[in-house]
T-cell receptor, first 116, second 115 residues
Framework: GAGVSQSPRYKVAKRGQDVALRCDPISGHVSLFWYQQALGQGPEFLTYFQNEAQLDKSGLPSDRFFAERPEGSVSTLKIQRTQQEDSAVYLC??????????????FGDGTRLSIL | AQKITQTQPGMFVQEKEAVTLDCTYDTSDQSYGLFWYKQPSSGEMIFLIYQGSYDEQNATEGRYSLNFQKARKSANLVISASQLGDSAMYFCAMSLLRANSKLTFGKGITLSVRP
């Protein structure tokens, strides 16, 4: 398909386990964003890539969270030693260009992460 | 810091009627963008409409229009001729040029369309 693809759709992990969430953006999109959405809340920014460069990681809640986009396309968000408060929906979005406020971000369906 | 405020409780509208969803924002920046997204119960975030801070005319996209009042810092979404499929969560969001255009979202408004 032509949209942003995220996998897995659902992930259940035990507290303390590591998880990896994948995002495949729209082909040719320069910018890639990760957001975390708690139940009943709006998404909150985690990190931003322009091609392979991670330009902003100010939203990552702790050093347990790590994101990469090594070849400027697919991105992986990794959470180490998961905790219950990490339970949320993780949304990935991409936009066409690297600059400008007028670029709509196109979102994937998200990964719903549940930590037991 | 930038902030989006959506304070309406759950909204209800009769099918085929128009509805306005409120959004106010706070920023001292001059260059910014305002977006509305729809999130159905299935979870995907769907882009609806965009308004730039320098745009003099209100944005329109089909049945969606954005009532942009810059001096009041409001960017209300108007949905005309509501349909049952419009029932969803609606989020207002802002991007700043100096902040890598990352989106700051409000808490959202739940809209229910009654047949």
């Amino acid at each position: 398909g032509a949209g942003v693809s995220q996998s897995p759709r659902y992930k259940v992990a035990k507290r303390g386990q590591d998880v990896a969430l994948r995002c495949d953006p729209i082909s040719g999109h320069v910018s890639l964003f990760w957001y975390q959405q708690a139940l009943g809340q709006g998404p909150e920014f985690l990190t931003y890539f322009q091609n392979e460069a991670q330009l902003d990681k100010s939203g990552l809640p702790s050093d347990r969270f790590f994101a990469e986009r090594p070849e400027g396309s697919v991105s992986t968000l990794k959470i180490q030693r998961t905790q219950q408060e990490d339970s949320a929906v993780y949304l990935c979005a991409s936009s066409l260009t690297g600059t400008g406020v007028d670029q709509p971000q196109h979102f994937g369906d998200g990964t719903r992460l549940s930590i037991l | 810091a930038q902030k989006i405020t959506q304070t309406q409780p759950g909204m209800f509208v009769q099918e085929k009627e128009a509805v306005t969803l409120d959004c106010t924002y706070d920023t001292s920046d001059q260059s910014y963008g305002l977006f509305w997204y729809k999130q159905p119960s299935s979870g995907e975030m769907i882009f609806l409409i965009y308004q730039g801070s320098y745009d003099e005319q209100n944005a329109t996209e089909g049945r969606y229009s954005l009532n942009f009042q810059k001096a009041r810092k409001s960017a209300n979404l108007v949905i005309s001729a509501s349909q049952l499929g419009d029932s969803a969560m609606y989020f207002c969001a802002m991007s700043l040029l100096r902040a890598n255009s990352k989106l700051t979202f409000g808490k959202g408004i739940t809209l229910s369309v009654r047949p």
